[in-house]
T-cell receptor, first 115, second 117 residues
């Protein structure tokens, strides 16, 4: 079953604009990750944020995590046409035991960046 | 290329036939995962291995599905008596995994697209 819900389901912007995607989840997590998927390269890991972190940056990406609201957001700044893809949040569970490392994905946000 | 590889990339089979997919993980990764993805959805977890031990299986993995990882290297996923509902992209991923809980990012292969006619 899908853990997360992503919002919006689809986002269309112009090159140079910022894109913000949100993810909500239901159960407690160990970490939350964002992945990108396009037809050319499959699923690619973007960034990981641990449950004890609130914000993380990687290049043009900024991720926030609010465990009290069980939500995360991914901000892509100065978007490019090459950022066009589906973006998924995935939650990692477990503090030991057999669920350690398994990811539960949301349904994704389809981002289209127009040149 | 030292990434995760999967074979075949595409498989078309008739309902009732058996199919087997192979995944070769990144060589130093001790964890290997199988996911299934249908159109418009995110990947859904099927099973995972730590070395050669299969540690967890999803309820999605009916008794027609079996996965192995002999010697903790490559893995195979077999589907017996395929059904049209099995049509999906089957994704393999690998990662490092340490009990101290360091890095969990998973590296995905390109997937095997299964079509059951």
């Amino acid at each position: 079953s899908q853990q997360g819900e992503e919002d919006p389901q689809a986002l269309s912007i112009q090159e140079g604009e910022n894109a913000t995607m949100n993810c909500s989840y239901k159960t407690s997590i160990n970490n939350l990750q964002w992945y990108r998927q396009n037809s050319g390269r499959g699923l690619v890991h973007l960034i990981l944020i641990r449950s004890n972190e609130r914000e993380k940056h990687s290049g043009r990406l900024r991720v926030t995590l609010d465990t009290s609201k069980k939500s995360s957001s991914l901000l892509i700044t100065a978007s490019r046409a090459a950022d066009t893809a589906s973006y998924f949040c995935a939650t990692g569970h477990g503090a030991g035991g057999t669920s350690y490392g398994k990811l539960t994905f949301g349904q994704g946000t389809i981002l289209t960046v127009h040149p | 290329d030292t990434g995760v590889s999967q074979d075949p990339r595409h498989k078309i089979t008739k309902r009732g036939q058996n199919v087997t997919f192979r995944c070769d993980p990144i060589s130093e990764h001790n964890r290997l995962y199988w996911y299934r993805q249908t159109l418009g959805q995110g990947p859904e977890f099927l099973t995972y291995f730590q070395n050669e031990a299969q540690l967890e299986k999803s309820r999605l993995l009916s008794d027609r599905f079996s996965a192995e990882r002999p010697k903790g290297s490559f893995s195979t996923l077999e589907i017996q008596r395929t059904e049209q509902g099995d049509s999906a992209m089957y994704l393999c991923a690998s990662s490092l995994g340490r009990s101290s809980g360091s890095r969990y990012e998973q590296y995905f292969g390109p997937g095997t697209r299964l079509t059951v006619t």
